[in-house]
């Protein structure tokens, strides 16, 4: 795209059945099952799981709200750090969440933020039933070091991962034509790294629809066999 072009040329290309299904699966009830704060704390691996990671104040919890068309499912706020526990949520039964605590956040205190980076990447070292982690990037800021050291762990723990970038909708259109190749260039580095990069903005719901396809999609979940949800014809 160029200077001109439009974002939605940047929307990448998803399956029109995973995005029906990404569609129908997060308007399905989305129950909050646990925070967790010790390894030890962590919920019965029965379930394919997908989980949220990013810096801190990157638009997490505005993202998986968005997702779910919820306002409050994940509590937002204005001030980074403050999520401190692994919160699970059990999405129409069939799939779980993990929205993970922020990190990158210099201002909390060292020892804190040093538990809470190991609880972290301990979980995702150590989940069987993780099957992508969606790494969300503020696309105002591009990828920080604290992300690529997360990409690193991930790619040495052979996690597969997908960057997607927030808060789109606060660049022009040739500043995310920029950040969509920087990053996707960077990314093509790390062998755990899925190829595409996800556009998004919470507020405007821009990418969210094709963001819903590939959980779904990512799942493994066999759509034919959900209960309650019938393919389109």
Known sequence: MTSGGR?????PAVDADDIAFGRWLFAQ???FQRGVVKMDG???ATLPEIAFAGRSNVGKSSLVNALTGRKTLARVSNTPGRTRELNFFALAGVLSLADLPGYGYARIERKLSD??????FQYLRGRPNLKRVMLLVDSRHGLKPSDVEAMKALDEAA?????VLTKID???AAELTEVLKKTAEKASRHPAAHPIV??????TGFGIAQLRGLVAS?????AKTVPGYKPPA
């Open 7 to 11: 974002y939605e040329d940047h929307l």
């Open 29 to 31: 009830d989305c129950v």
């Open 42 to 44: 962590l919920p019965p």
């Open 115 to 120: 538990q809470w980076t190991k609880l972290i």
């Open 159 to 163: 996690v597969s991962y997908q960057i």
């Open 170 to 172: 606060k660049l022009k």
């Open 198 to 203: 996800v556009p998004t903005a919470s507020e």
């Open 218 to 222: 990512a799942s493994g979940l066999d």
